[in-house]
């Protein structure tokens, strides 16, 4: 089983940029492809990006390609997302999560990840 913890959310002006991490406190998270998730109050988890186990690989969003780039470090258990221009639309809470399954490929799609951090809250005032 894997335990993470995402940080970085915070407030921020539009324009502005944040970096959000995701790391494991239990288990590892290197032999997974990993995704980010965002949550609006009401709608459902949506998809914003993922990353292969290597970081070779990664997906996105169409709305959100060049704003945001994913990336990670096996050697620290760690994933980012680096999110620049950022608008008030982008208000939500973000969430990581490992796709189902060791070695997978990533995903677009909310139904193939199972271990999830508690999300971080990005506020982006206008």
């Known amino acids: 089983q894997v335990q993470l913890v995402e940080s970085g959310g915070g407030l921020v002006q539009a324009g502005g940029s944040l970096r959000l991490s995701c790391a494991a406190s239990r288990g590892t998270l290197s032999r997974y492809a990993m995704g980010w998730l965002l949550q609006v109050p009401g709608k459902e988890r949506e998809f914003v990006a993922a990353?292969?186990?290597?970081?070779?690989?990664?997906y996105y969003a169409d709305s959100l390609k060049g704003r945001f780039t994913i990336s990670r470090d096996n050697a620290k258990e760690t994933v980012w997302l680096q999110m620049n221009s950022l608008k008030p639309e982008d208000t939500a809470v973000y969430y990581c999560a490992t796709v189902k399954g060791a070695y997978m490929s990533p995903s677009y799609y909310v139904q193939d990840y199972d271990y999830w951090g508690q999300g971080t809250q990005v506020t982006v005032s206008s």
């Open positions: 990353i292969s186990w290597t970081g070779g690989t990664t």
